[in-house]
């Protein structure tokens, strides 16, 4: 069983920064990729952002240049830096992490984004 625990979400105007963090615990023996989701009320869930245990990492165009998602195998969380937010970017974002096949996911966390 793995378990995900999301922090930093919370209210935050359009153009400012946030940090979202997730950290895995439990039977890890290898996380292979670490992502983030999100679902803004009405709309189906979306991939954000996800990075394999090599490092490489893919992106929803509407989040290139401004979210970021670096990991730390070490500790075995994965955060997403989330710069210039926009109102559209308001969501409960989830973490997800690839275990022996396997998906996991956390609980969510809201980021209002206010305009």
């Known amino acids: 069983q793995v378990q995900l625990v999301e922090s930093g979400g919370g209210l935050v105007q359009a153009g400012g920064s946030l940090r979202l963090s997730c950290a895995a615990s439990?039977?890890?023996?290898?996380?292979?990729?670490m992502g983030w989701y999100r679902q803004a009320p009405g709309k189906q869930r979306e991939l954000v952002a996800f990075i394999t245990r090599a490092g490489s990492r893919n992106y929803a165009d509407s989040v290139k240049g401004r979210f970021t998602i670096p990991r730390d195998n070490a500790k075995n969380t994965v955060y997403l830096q989330m710069n210039s937010l926009k109102p559209e970017d308001t969501a409960v974002y989830y973490c997800?992490?690839?275990?022996?096949?396997?998906?996991?996911w956390g609980q969510g966390t809201q980021v209002p984004v206010s305009s």
């Open positions: 439990g039977s890890i023996f290898s996380i292979n990729a």
């Open positions: 997800a992490v690839e275990v022996s096949g396997l998906d996991y």
